[in-house]
């Protein structure tokens, strides 16, 4: 089952930012995504975000890796600059939250 | 004249949402916007508008068909976008979600364009008029259980703050007009099938049609257009179930 772009995009950067190996940060992500109820293959880029923010700190200082709230810091801010925030908007609740707004 | 009262409601609330979401794909030029206007607009008032101004200006002339014939195609038309919708809003990438809503629409629009060539005169109901009512309901109840199994996700997501309260209602609003949508098709459909083409102009049968057009069209407008006091219901609740 292929993955969301989002959630490949915020492996990769956890995987450069951070000691972790390949699959550490693909687990590590995968894990904050079920925290938050999302899947990895539907997660959208603002979606993301806000789960680096909020969920990945406590994540990695369970998993004792240093400065982790600058890492997740950095990691938004690549989230949000990235090529993907061009796709943003296409998830169920980003199209819902479009239609409803005046 | 019972059930115009729930229809008529339907009718107005779709007109005026649609009219908004077309003003909002004018400036965003995204599908989704323009697919529920059309499904809005085609299954509820321009599409009937085509079939009453054919009953009530040519009955019992050769244009009726043709007004039947085109009131059906853009029937189809709005079915076949709600379930566009429910695809690209729902299901993007699942191959059997685009299976199914190509099967919905060429069945819509071909038996509606297909009236143009093979009419069928509005009093009969045959092979055709089945097979177009169970692909109108399949469209419809499809739409209605994607957007409650969303607002069954999404409404514990916004419980621990990852998602919005407002449009996590938004989804169960819109899941329940789709499902009183299916319901008046399918109470419509046991009457023609059990009693005849006639019994849906039945009193029960018009009331049952009657209230799921009053309760669809509260939802659609809670759903798409919901006012400030609704809003802050919702926030309000929110809040305290946050604690």
Redesign the interface.
Known sequence: M?ESPAFEFAAAELERLTDLDHLESRGTIRLVLKE???ES??VDIA?MT??VE?ILPRALAARGVDGHASICEKLAITLKCSDLSSSA??S??A??????RR | MLALFGIGCFFVVGLLVAVRLLELWWRTRQLPEFLVALALLGMGPLGACVFGAGYLLFRDTSLMSFFHATGLAIQGIGFSAAACFAWRVFRPNDKWAVVLTVVISLGLLGDGFGMFVLPVSPGEFVLRNHLSMNLKILALGWGALESLRYWRISSKRAAIGFADPLVSASFLMWGIALVSGTLALLSLYAAIVLIGPEAHMSPPSQLLTSCFGVVAAAAVYLSFLPPRAYRRRIEARASAAGG
């Open positions: 292929a938050a109820l999302f293959r539907s979606q806000k789960i909020d908007g296409q169920p609740d199209i819902f939250d479009r239609l409803i």
